[in-house]
């Protein structure tokens, strides 16, 4: 069993325990739940290196979105890709005050930052279709190489050309800018207004042809976890996992591979 296969065992398992734990009465579930907690801090969790007959796969960090902006040295000003909050309601519009302030603190030098999308809403400060070719014509030009940073953050498996949108967050770029690209891998069909692609890291390579990617690593729904492969085509050796489960769904198939998304921090090449 690989490291990743354990790890969702042990949640399927965990999760049957807690559906049994919420049928029984008040005070049994107390006791119950008391002794499961203990049972599970008994288990041992994987190494931090995963590996196949002694040869390392890879190895499991700890990272989540302050730890990133921490470690890169992310400079301003900042231009977000698609940048809506996909929520109409108070709590949305808070969030999106918060996350900008977030960036706004961890940025170095200008605390600059602009947002970008096709429709208008929280955190959008400027209207545009990013699938044109001739985006920075006319007024636009203005931002061309202007900015030391570009977050893509869950927007090319929405556009229906990630090569032109690529394109001109390289032009958003000035020379040596960062790009901080997060995108699903393995994920489910989710439309923001649709769903098309599902972009490996060799195909990031391959939409940024003018960007040197520094680090990658893979996160699934655990946003404080992340695991650095040592060569992708590794990954299912890593990730899939055969079903111990009997279900419905194992008509289809008995191999499943985890929610997993792909992190990615580049430079634009002077």
Partial sequence: MTPISVMYML???????????????????????????????????????????????????????RLTFDKFDFEGPLMHVGSKINYEDAEAEAKAAKFRTFLREKLHGSKEVLGVDLFDGENVDIVADLCEKDL??????????????????????????????????????????KVFFVGPWVWGYHPYPDDYWRISFSGLQTLFPNVEWHDW????????????????????KVFQVKSEITADIDTISDRYMPYLNVFAIGSKRA
Wanted: aromatic residues 12%.
């Fill in 11 to 65: 949640k399927d398992k965990w999760q049957r325990i807690n559906a049994w734990i919420s049928k029984q009465a008040m005070p049994v579930r107390a006791e119950i739940s008391k002794l499961a907690y203990q049972l599970a801090d008994s288990v041992k969790l994987p190494e931090p290196e995963a590996t196949e007959r002694g040869h390392k796969l890879g190895e499991f960090i700890e990272i989540d979105q």
């Fill in 136 to 177: 920075f014509v006319g007024d636009f030009h203005q931002h061309k190489g202007q900015f030391k940073t570009v977050l893509c953050w869950a927007l090319l498996e929405h556009v229906q050309n990630p090569f032109v949108v690529a394109s001109n967050i390289e032009k958003f770029l000035a020379p040596g800018g």
């Fill in 217 to 236: 690593w893979y996160t699934g729904t655990n946003e404080k976890v992340g695991f650095r492969i040592k060569q992708l085509r590794n990954e299912r």
